[in-house]
């Protein structure tokens, strides 16, 4: 049973690629379709594209370095492994954090407050999320700057003074891993904060709603409810992700059970996979353009038969 278990693992994280791929690259497809005909694309939209690409770019990564650790460790040099968690990293960021900004942007749009400082940031929207988009590039750049100390240190591990190498190394090796976490926990409780705030907002609907007792059931109310799921949804897969990436690390770090650092990796790619279906389930646009694809199919099907 250990013997298939690679395999196994093997055929799911492929399974989540071509599904992912598939639909990060309908997203992006029916945007670009979208702008060429209306010469002209939304904020919402521009994010939901560039979210795709990048969730694409990681999807794919995280299929290569499987290959090279599990399926074929030959080909994963000192000089190769650098460069794909590079890659890695900045496809990961993008995804994380353009899905932070779609939190915000809904959060934006769609709650209402008095606030003079909500107000502010909702009649500035767009710069509020480009501010947001900025500041994780300069945040990237501090990762990648980090990640190359480390790289470089370990492929010159043997050379020039041994101990201040090893204390060097463990101190760009720390800022590595809080690097990390900070640029994973930022987004989320980004994204935290907007569903907080989305439900208290809802609530505040609902209680109008009822004094003037004109029901529930509201464009308001739907609107809210699905930027509520589509950004639940990601908090609940990122905490998987999150959870599945610390036990990972950890796990080759110390050197413990191989098959869970591989179950790991596998409900690891679960987030940039899956979500994008939630995406599009939860964007009306998307939706149509889905649905209409399945009629599509169904009717090519019959006249197949």
């Not at 093997?10 to 690259?25: D, E, F, H, T, Y």
């Not at 599945?244 to 059970?257: D, F, K, L, P, R």
């Amino acid at each position: 049973m250990i013997n298939l278990l690679p395999s196994i693992f093997s055929i799911l994280i492929i399974v989540q690629c071509v599904l992912g791929s598939s639909a990060n690259g309908f997203i992006a497809l029916v945007n670009c379709i979208d702008w060429v005909k209306k010469h002209k694309v939304s904020c919402t939209d521009r994010i939901l594209t560039a979210l795709a690409v990048s969730r694409i770019g990681l999807l794919w990564t995280i299929v290569f370095n499987w290959y090279g650790t599990v399926l074929h460790p030959a080909i994963y040099s000192s000089e190769v492994k650098p460069i794909v968690h590079i890659i890695w990293v900045v496809s990961n960021q993008f995804s994380l954090w353009l899905a932070a900004s779609l939190s915000i942007l809904y959060l934006l749009k769609i709650a209402n407050f008095s606030s003079l400082l909500f107000l502010h940031l909702k009649w500035r929207a767009k710069r509020v999320v480009l501010m947001i988009l900025w500041g994780s590039l300069v945040f990237l750049v501090f990762h990648l700057a980090v990640i190359s100390t480390d790289a470089k240190m370990q492929m010159n591990e043997y050379k020039g003074n041994i101990t201040s190498e090893s204390k060097l190394r463990n101190i760009a090796h720390l800022s590595k891993v809080i690097l990390f976490i900070l640029a994973n926990l930022i987004p989320f409780t980004m994204s935290l904060t907007a569903v907080l705030l989305l439900i208290f907002s809802l609530w505040k609907h609902l209680k109008t709603m009822q004094l003037s007792s004109k029901g529930s059931q509201d464009p308001s109310t739907e609107v809210h409810l699905r930027a509520m799921q589509t950004v639940i949804s990601f908090l609940l897969l990122f905490v998987i992700f999150f959870v599945a990436q610390i036990i990972a690390v950890w796990n080759s770090t110390t050197q413990q059970n191989n098959s869970l650092r591989m179950l790991c990796k596998v409900l690891g790619s679960l987030y940039p996979s899956s979500h994008s279906f939630i995406l599009i389930w939860g964007n009306k646009k998307l939706r149509q353009a889905f649905l209409s694809f399945l009629r599509q199919v169904r009717c090519w099907l019959k006249e197949r038969k």
